[in-house]
């Protein structure tokens, strides 16, 4: 790819001396982590459910071609098409959200997933990068014509979006998304006043939801009072990380992928602790930071409204559910279902997350000056 000269006009040329390469190659290695790590915490769990022992390695990397089109598809895009294609990845993923609530299979409790032969679909999952998207159009809009009720618009997509994930019912995600909105809100430019009615308007939600749902309220008690209620699978992360020291038991030789049932999904950072030790789990974390912190520098220098906010809301969504993850690993939040980006096993996470960050490397592209501007201008 370094053949490409720097006088090289055609669109491939241009996309690789624009696009943030130092996070482009942090994500594919991410995505190849993803199948080996499967390779690693999969196999006891597929022969616990009767299925061979490689069934979700191979469906892993069945994925990842299409993972790698889809990432480097729409890092083509301009901010205009990635608008587009959010637009219509919303639409059609709101109808998906619809009929898993009429005939998805109850899951848990919860009818998050739509059956397509042998696989199976999260659509909430896709509608994410695309509801942030949509939400940092409006945001944008607002700011640069008054009379448009940009808030008013990506507030109206908030609540249609977070009152689906309800129903499912889907609280971690519902929590991820408001978090997520919330700091496209902050970074619109709005008063003190409306940041302080957010965060009051989040918590009376949470204490509803707390006080109304069994499911919410007994994952919130056996995080502060472990005695309420089964805590089996925390308790065994933590003590994988505990097994794992500094460097690890060693590859295969983890305990923790044999006993709970959640290890090659919500748990897989705890797999790897064990395995593998401290230091493999501070250089993921560093991988993760490493791409956080370009795209929010990038997204700084932007002159495009849509494209800072975009750009960020994006990449807070990346970065927190990260976080999230690895924090329920360590006991340090409630246990929520969320995945850890790329290395957790799921079809859908895989995909949608291929979507989300491609969507950042369309949007963080270097643009000229004069081009920046007749971006912002045409907007």
């Known amino acids: 790819m370094n053949s490409f000269p720097r006088t090289d006009r055609s669109m491939m040329a241009q996309w690789w001396w624009t696009v943030d390469r130092v996070s482009l190659f942090v994500i594919f290695a991410l995505i190849l982590g993803g199948v080996v790590v499967a390779l690693a915490a999969s196999p006891p769990v597929a022969e616990r459910l009767d299925l061979g022992p490689f069934h979700f390695v191979y469906r892993q990397m ?14 083509l895009l301009s901010a205009r098409g990635v608008r587009r294609v ?71 997509v908030f ?133 956080v912190v370009r795209v929010f520098a990038r997204a700084l220098e932007e002159v495009d409204e849509f494209v800072y906010i975009a750009s960020c809301g994006l990449i807070s969504l990346f970065g927190l559910q990260a976080i999230i993850n690895m924090a329920v690993n360590l006991n340090l939040l409630p246990a929520k279902g969320m995945t850890l980006p790329f290395l957790s096993y799921g079809g859908s996470s895989l995909l949608s997350l291929s979507i989300t960050m491609g969507m950042v490397l369309a949007l963080t592209r270097k643009r000229s000056g004069i081009a920046a501007g007749q971006m912002a201008f045409a907007r």
């Open 159 to 291: 609540v249609l979006f977070l009152g689906l994930l309800v129903l499912q019912p889907d609280f971690g995600q519902a929590i991820l998304v408001s978090l997520v909105w919330g700091t496209m809100f902050f970074l619109s430019g709005v008063s003190w006043p409306w940041i302080a009615g957010l965060a009051v308007s989040g918590l009376a939600g949470f204490f509803v939801a707390y006080q109304l749902v069994p499911h919410v309220s007994s994952r919130v008690d056996r995080f502060l009072f472990p005695e309420s209620g089964d805590t089996y699978q925390v308790d065994k992360a933590l003590e994988a990380f505990t097994q794992g020291g500094v460097l690890g038991r060693g590859p295969g030789e983890g305990q923790i992928k044999q006993i709970i049932p959640d290890a090659h999904t919500d748990f897989i950072f705890a797999v790897l602790a064990e395995e593998y030790g401290l230091l493999l789990c501070l250089f993921i974390v560093l991988m993760f930071a490493i791409v």
């Open 62 to 75: 069945i994925f990842v071609i299409p993972t790698l089109v889809c990432l480097f598809g729409i890092s």
């Open 86 to 156: 959010a637009a219509v990845i919303f639409c059609l993923g709101l109808i998906l959200m619809v009929l898993t609530l009429l005939i998805g299979p109850e899951v848990k409790g919860a009818h998050r997933w739509l059956s397509i032969g042998s696989f199976t679909i999260q659509p909430s999952e896709f509608v994410k990068p695309a509801f942030v998207v949509l939400a940092a159009w409006f945001f944008a809009e607002g700011k640069r014509h008054p009379d448009v009720p940009g808030n008013t618009l990506a507030a109206a």
